[in-house]
């Protein structure tokens, strides 16, 4: 019984992460990016947006990017904690956030894109 179970979350595992980069959608089964925002046949999200919200990470950064506020705001504790003692790099690496969230490129700590 026990051996069924961990079959059925192996099986789980590899089909809904497998080791090449794509999963399922869960609309109409195709093979998609992980990375992907929709399904490129159906059109379905894919839940891969943070619910974070992108402009309070820019203003965060922007106000309290040296105490690295933002990057706890976003999950992103130990990098936090670093900023705070470097005072965001110096200010380098507050500069850099700051440039990544308004492109819109800033990630949450499971890798997610902050929505818009």
């Known amino acids: 019984m ?3 179970k961990d079959d059925d979350v192996e ?3 590899t089909q809904t992460f497998p080791s090449n980069g794509l999963i399922l959608c869960t609309a109409c089964g195709k093979e998609i990016s992980a990375m992907a925002l929709s399904c490129p046949q159906c059109g379905k999200p894919t839940g891969n947006r943070s619910p974070k919200s992108q402009i309070a990470v820019i203003l965060l950064c922007f106000f309290l990017g040296c105490l690295g506020v933002h990057r706890f705001y976003v999950g992103k504790i130990g990098t936090g904690v670093l900023m705070l003692l470097t005072l965001g790099g110096f ?3 507050t500069l850099i956030d700051l440039i990544i969230a308004i492109c819109g490129k800033f990630t949450d700590a499971e890798g997610r894109l902050i929505k818009e």
């Open 2 to 4: 026990e051996a069924d």
């Open 11 to 13: 099986s789980v595992k």
């Open 91 to 93: 200010g380098i690496w």
